[in-house]
């Protein structure tokens, strides 16, 4: 039997990552589904609610490619990087969030502006867990975690997108330096 809620939310993320969430249509979804517009609304009542379904579901997959990378014997210098470096590496290739990112800053979309802020405030609190986890084994100082988190997140990609506007990009290795010289020496134990 066809998993028909499942045909709908792969065609909804297809048309969501070719053409943005405004110009994405209940209609487009039902088309690339190859369904009735009207077996849409028995899974989703709205766009709004089939959207979120997507926003969750590329949550988990974010988490689940995250937890990939960790590594319980490394550094929190190493585990935050590696974490970081996934993240950014999943924003570069990941079809729908790069349309999302770029609806989200041509045209602020409030739905997208909302949604991205959902994604952002998962990762936060993924790393905060990380962080929390670092204070407990003494490996940093106490601070707060959600903080540590949310300045780690915006630092790396100020260093990986706004520096490369005028710069030529840093690598990884050079990231991770200036994390450790700038953010983690001062919270060192």
Request: charged fraction near 30%; aromatic fraction near 8%; hydrophobic fraction near 45%.
């Amino acid at each position: 039997m066809i998993d028909r809620k499942k045909l709908i939310l792969e065609a909804a993320a297809k048309s969501l990552s070719l053409y943005g969430y405004k110009a994405t249509t209940m209609d487009q979804v039902a088309k690339l589904a190859n369904v009735g517009k009207g077996t849409i609304y028995t899974f989703f009542k709205t766009k709004e609610e089939l959207f979120d379904e997507i926003i969750n579901s590329l949550i988990a997959d974010i988490r689940f490619e995250v937890e990939g990378v960790l590594d319980d014997s490394a550094s929190i210098l190493d585990n935050v990087n590696n974490v970081l470096v996934r993240i950014h590496e999943i924003r570069e290739s990941h079809q729908l969030t790069i349309k999302l990112i770029q609806e989200e800053r041509d045209m602020g979309t409030q739905t997208v502006v909302e949604a991205m802020q959902r994604v952002e405030q998962s990762i936060i609190q993924y790393m905060k867990a990380i962080i929390q986890k670092a204070i407990d084994k003494g490996e940093i100082k106490a601070c707060d975690p959600e903080v540590a988190a949310f300045v780690m997140l915006k630092m790396y990609f100020s260093l990986v997108i706004d520096w490369q506007r005028n710069h030529p990009p840093l690598k990884k290795e050079e990231i991770a330096k200036l994390f450790e010289l700038y953010l983690l020496k001062g919270l060192l134990a």
